[in-house]
C-alpha cells in the first residue's frame, strides 16, 4: 500500500475524523466506494513519533491521590533541535474546563520528574494527560488518565462495590459470539478469596463445549467455535462448592474478531464471517480500520465472500497507549470490535532483581538493577491487584467497549494549535497602552521577577498585544513591569490583561466504569480512610485553601541596608511622613504622576531615576500613591534597600533600591494594592517528595500501613557500569507486588521492565 502524499493529508483527516460517526450514520450502498476512496491504500498518518514517553506510577487514581509521574525524552526527540527545552509542560484536562490544570516542570538530563495532587472532590472520569517540551508544543504525548472518583467510607464494606458475591463476566472478543465462527471469550471471576476454579461453557443443550481453568487473578481465556445460535453459559465452581454462571448470547450472522498484538509495533486482526453472513444480500465489502487516540490511523477495505477468515497486520506507533479495531459494514454498522493496549517497546532492556522471592512484612526490599550506563530510571512498586503491567492493561482493555463520540468531542473542543509556541497554558494575554487607553504598537514591556526569576523583555505587535509565555522563565514569582519606547520609559503605561482562554478538556467522553481492579483500589482506600479516624498520623493535612499567591522569602531578600522599628517612634500621618523623616538618603520628589519617593545610591554616586519597589507584607507592587498614603498607625516596620549587593539579590526589579513596610495588620494582600503592574507568575510546580516509612528498629508504634503505592523512584541513576541499587520497606499488604520499571539510556532509548515478589503475612 502506497502512501498518501503529504499535500493530500488535508483531505483525508476529514474522511478520517468522520469514520468513527459512521456507526450512527447509515449511508445507500452506492456511496460506500465515495467514502472509503480517499482511505484505500492508506497505511500511517504521517506524523512525527512521540518526543515524550510518560511513566506513571499507577493505572488509575482515586480523587484525593497523588499523580506521580516521570516523562523522558526519545531518542527521536534528540536528534531535533526543538527537542533541547529545559521546561516540559502538563495539561490535565478534565471533564469540564474547571476540572481542568495546568503545570510546568523541569526537565534535566532528558528527564522532567512531577507530582500533581489530586482534589478529592474531583469527578470520575477519563482526563487526558497532555505532556509536551515547552519549545515544542505541537508535538504532543496524550496519555489516559483514569481518575475513579471521591472515596466514601461505605466503599470499604466489599458489599457496598459488589465484591462479596461469587461473580462470572464473559466478555467474547469483537463483542459477540457469531454460530459457526471461531471465537475467543475473556472469562473473569471475582467476589472469592481463591479466584483459582474450574469452569466449563455449555451450549444451549447443556451440553459442555470447552473447559476451562482460571489463575490466581481469576482470568481465563476460552477459544470456541459455537455450532448454532443458541445461548451458551460460563460456568464455575470455586473450592466451597459454590457455583455461579452467566450466559452469552450467540448470534445467527455476523463476523467474529480476533486481535493479536504480536509485538509493541505490529497488530494482527483476524476477520471471519460465518455462512449465514455471507448469504445476505448486500455488499461483502467491510471497512477494518485501526484507531488510537479516537481516531483511524490505517483503514483497509476487504471482501468477505466465504466463511474463511482473513488476516491483517497493521503497524503501530501509539506506543503505551490504548488502541481500538473496529470492523464496519458497507451500511455503516459496527459488525466487531475491540479495544486494545499498545506496551511501550522495550528494544533496551534493564535486569533487576531483588534479594529474596518472599517477604514479611515491614521488612527490608533491596532491588538491584543492571542496564545501559549512565541510564535514569522512574520506578513503581505496587500490589498485583492495582499494578499497571502491560499484562494487566492488556486484560482491563479487553472488557472495554470502544466510544464512537471521542472524535466528535475533540472536533467541538479542541482547536488546532497555530504555528507558534504561544499556545503554551498558562500564558498570559495583554494589550500595551498608555495614560489615555491608546494602544502603544511596538512598545517594549520588561517583566522584572526575582533573581532566580529573571527577566523578560517583549515587543508588542502593531496593536499593542503582546503574549508572554517565555518557557525559559520559570520561577514562581510576583512579577513588575515598566513599558518603554525607544529606550525610554512611557509615565503611566499600563497592561490590560486579557481574560485567559477556556482550558481544554478531555477528549474522552466514554462513562467511566470501574473495573474489578478499581473496585479493589476504592475499597483499599475507603479503609485507609476508616483507620484515620483512629490513628492520628493517619490524618490528612488540612487543605491550603488559600488562592492568595505566596509573598517573596524573606531570605531570598536578604535585610536591608537600613532596617527601623516604627513602633518605637510617636504614629507618623502615612508613609510619605515616615519617608521624610525617618528614612536617610531618601526623598520626595514631585512628579507628573504625583509625589514619589527617590533613593540615593551611595554605590553609583547618584539618584536613582525611578521610584524605587515597594514590598508590602513580603509582596512587591509599583503602586507608590497607595502606599504613600498607608496610615502611620497601620505600620510595624520599614527598611531601606539601596546597595548594589543587596538589590542585585532581589533582582532587576530592585533596580531603583526598595522600600519593604510590614504593617500590623499581616492579613494586608495585593488584592488591596489595586495595581495591575504586579501579578503572580506560577512559574515551575514543586516537587513533592514521595514519603515511605523506614522500618529500621523492632520496637515500632503498629500504625496500619496499607499505602496504595508501596514505593515511587522518579529518578533511579545507573552508574558507569551500568548497576545501581534501591531499598524500601514492605508495608501490612499481602500478596504478589509487582515492580514496574521505565526510562532511558544516554542515547535516548527507551528501557522497561517489571519484576514480581510477594509478602506474607508470616514466613
Known sequence: MN?????????????????????????????????????????????????????????????????????????????????????????????????????????????AQGAIPLADSLPAGEYEMVTYAASAPRNQ????????????????????????TLQVQAYPEGGSLVAGAEGLVAVQVTGSAFLEMNGKVLDGANKTVATFKTDAMGKALVKLTPATAQTHKVQVIDAQGRTTTTVMPVIASGIALQVNPVSPTQVRVRVQPNLEWTKVAGSK???????TAGAPVQSQKISLTTNTPQEITFQNSALGQTGQVVVLNSAGKVEASRTLYLPTTASTLVAL???????????????????????TLSMAVQNQNYASTPEAMEWEMRKLPVSFKLQEQVTAQMPVPTDTAQETIGAKRGVVVDASGKPLPGATIMFMGEEEAGTIILNAQQDGSFVLSDPNFTATSRLIYDVL???????????????????????????LVHTHQEKLYLQQ??????????????????????????????????????????TKYVAFKNV?????????????????????????????????????????????????????????????????????????????????GVISITTLNKELHPDTFKDDRTFSWDGVAPVLAFKAPAYEVSAQERVPDFRSLMYWSPSVKLDAKGQATVSFYTSDDVGPFVITVKGRNAAGQLVSQTHTFHVAAAL
Not at 354 to 374: M, W
Open 3 to 111: 502512501r498518501f502524499p503529504f499535500k493530500k493529508l488535508p483531505q483525508v483527516s476529514v474522511a478520517l475524523l468522520l469514520l468513527p460517526m459512521l456507526a450512527f450514520t447509515p449511508w445507500p450502498n452506492q456511496q460506500w466506494d465515495q467514502w472509503l476512496q480517499p482511505l484505500q491504500g492508506w497505511t500511517m498518518q504521517n506524523t512525527a513519533s512521540s518526543p515524550l514517553q510518560v511513566h506513571l506510577s499507577q493505572p488509575f487514581y482515586a480523587s484525593g491521590d497523588t499523580v506521580r509521574f516521570a516523562a523522558y525524552v526519545t531518542a527521536d526527540a534528540l536528534a531535533q533541535p526543538e527537542g533541547e527545552t529545559s521546561l516540559v509542560q502538563v495539561e490535565v484536562r478534565g471533564l469540564k474546563p474547571e476540572h481542568s490544570r495546568s503545570y510546568q516542570f523541569a526537565l534535566k538530563e532528558g528527564v
Open 141 to 164: 504525548t496524550s496519555t489516559v488518565l483514569r481518575i475513579l472518583g471521591p472515596v466514601q467510607l461505605e466503599m470499604a464494606d466489599a458489599q457496598t462495590l459488589g465484591l462479596s
Open 285 to 291: 465489502e467491510v471497512l477494518v480500520s485501526f484507531m
Open 353 to 375: 532483581k531483588t534479594d529474596r522471592q518472599r517477604y514479611g512484612r515491614r521488612e527490608k526490599v533491596t532491588v538491584t538493577f543492571t542496564g545501559p550506563a549512565s541510564a
Open 485 to 511: 519606547q525607544l529606550g525610554k520609559r512611557v509615565d503611566r503605561a499600563r497592561v490590560q490583561w486579557q481574560a485567559a482562554s477556556v482550558q481544554k478538556v478531555s477528549r474522552f467522553k466514554a462513562p
Open 525 to 566: 482506600a475507603a479503609q485507609r480512610k476508616l483507620l484515620s479516624r483512629a490513628f492520628t498520623s493517619l490524618r490528612p493535612a488540612p487543605a491550603n485553601t488559600s488562592s492568595l499567591p505566596s509573598p517573596l522569602d524573606p531570605e531570598s531578600i536578604g535585610a536591608p541596608d537600613r532596617a527601623f522599628d516604627l
Open 576 to 656: 510619605e511622613e515616615v519617608i521624610k523623616e525617618v528614612l536617610p538618603i531618601t526623598s520626595i520628589v514631585n512628579t507628573p504622576q504625583g509625589r514619589e519617593p527617590r533613593i540615593f545610591s551611595l554605590d553609583l554616586n547618584t539618584t536613582f531615576k525611578e521610584h524605587p519597589l515597594f514590598i508590602v507584607n513580603g509582596y512587591p507592587t509599583f503602586n507608590t500613591q497607595w502606599v504613600l498614603q498607608l496610615p502611620g498607625d497601620q505600620l510595624e516596620k520599614i527598611g531601606l534597600y539601596y546597595s548594589t549587593a543587596r538589590l542585585r539579590r532581589i533582582g532587576q526589579m530592585a533596580r531603583n
